[in-house]
């Protein structure tokens, strides 16, 4: 979901950032160095984030979490990188450290999310990019759900944008999908290029992942449930929607029925998807460090069957 700080309630996060604290907890456990130093840079405490590595109490979670979400982000990076865009627009940019990563590699980068948000996040990322990096490096206001300010936020430019969504849809009702992928249309079709997302597919992914790390004692951790130590700060994480977006593949029912209902919804909007499984897309084997040899080859096993979506015009 956006996510940003504010600055003016006492110095902590609004609602909407705590899910992107908990990614960038997980990416720094998993030894992302620009996720660590944006971390600190924030000044986040992991006993005060929510399903953060320090307060989720079972080791196997823990460890899925934080693979699963290590995971999505390297695969899309992966997707993004087989484009030959001359913008990438990061759509929510929340917490991400990828700002960091593209000001690197001096490649146009523009980070897209509410206002106190691109606000709070250009406050804090630009400063820690050298000045002849910084160029390369930009923020803008817009929601998401509002075609408009999409094209607005994007502004003139030549050449294809890669467009990189992570760990938005699922915060999206029916609605509110149907505005943003009318936005995404209207983006495509004035620049080019492609949006990448591993959303759709991550309800499979973390439950793939789990089952994977768990081994015979799967059932087990599920019966137990994900136990939690309290937050300090008596957070609650944000609600979904009742009924999942039309994009969502969830683990009930017909998942071949929902990707292609998933595919049906895209075409409406003259859009089109190609599905790639991630387990292509992982150029070395997931957290090595972390896993036990058995774990990780059976999670890059599990990985062979959920896929990353590529999402360009019709």
Known sequence: MPAGKDRESGGHFLPLTWTAEMTLSHLAEAGDADAAALFERLGLHGEDIIDSPSN??????????????N????????LAALTKAALFVELPCGLSPRGLRYAREKKPYLGVDLPPVAKSISNVLLPMVDEESRPFVRYKAADATDPDALLSAAGEG????????????????EDETDRFFEGI???????GGCLVT?????SLHNFLTLRAICGDSFSEVIRKGFQRKPVRTGRTLPERPKEPGPLLIELSGDIKAQIDRAISFLSQHGLQAYRMPVSVMLQEPVLPGMLTPAQSEAVNEALENVSCWIITLE
Do not use: Q, W
């Not at 989720?56 to 979400?69: G, K, N, Q, W």
């Not at 030549?158 to 009702?173: A, H, Q, W």
């Open 71 to 78: 995971t999505r982000c390297l695969v899309t990076d992966a």
């Open 198 to 202: 591993a959303d759709p597919e991550m």
């Open 56 to 69: 989720i109490v079972s080791p196997e979670y823990r460890l899925a979490r934080t693979v699963f979400l």
């Open 158 to 173: 030549e050449g294809e944008i890669c467009i990189i969504t992570e760990g938005l849809l699922m915060y999206f009702s």
């Open 185 to 191: 249309r209207r983006l495509l079709d004035k620049r």
